[in-house]
């Protein structure tokens, strides 16, 4: 194979992996391929949002909640849904209590408050 036909080849590899071929002509590019760039805007509006005191910081939220729930973090996950105008940003953690029960709390980030405890042992878990 020649050197030219090997350069051609290699970039028809390339395109094929990117989704440049003729077969995707016209859609719009793979959210896949823009991944990074979508989650890294999520963190960067959500940085802003506690900048602007628009919400509360997670080890905040996650203090009130260790004051009110025997446990530990599991993961906890920051959401942001529009209303009308304006957006309620809303954290959903997942907090694993001594019994190895996994619970499931709402918790408005602006205000702190707890908006929902689910999973079994939740009862259990609450502190006096």
């Known amino acids: 194979m020649g050197r030219s036909r090997f350069s051609t080849a290699l970039l028809l590899v390339f395109l094929v992996l990117i989704g ?12 896949e391929m823009f991944a990074p760039l979508l989650v890294e805007s999520e963190q960067d509006r959500a940085k802003e949002a506690v900048r602007a ?52 709390i709402t918790v408005d980030a602006r205000s702190g408050r707890i908006l929902g405890v689910q999973g079994r042992g939740a009862k259990g878990a609450r502190r006096p």
């Open 20 to 31: 440049a071929h003729p077969a995707s002509a016209g859609r719009p590019p793979r959210v």
């Open 53 to 104: 005191g628009q919400i509360q910081p997670l080890p905040r939220i996650l203090s009130s909640v260790k004051r009110q729930y025997r446990g530990q973090l599991s993961d906890a996950r920051l959401e942001e849904r529009r209303r009308g105008s304006g957006s309620v940003w809303i954290y959903r953690i997942k907090w694993l209590t001594p019994e190895n029960n996994l619970l499931a």
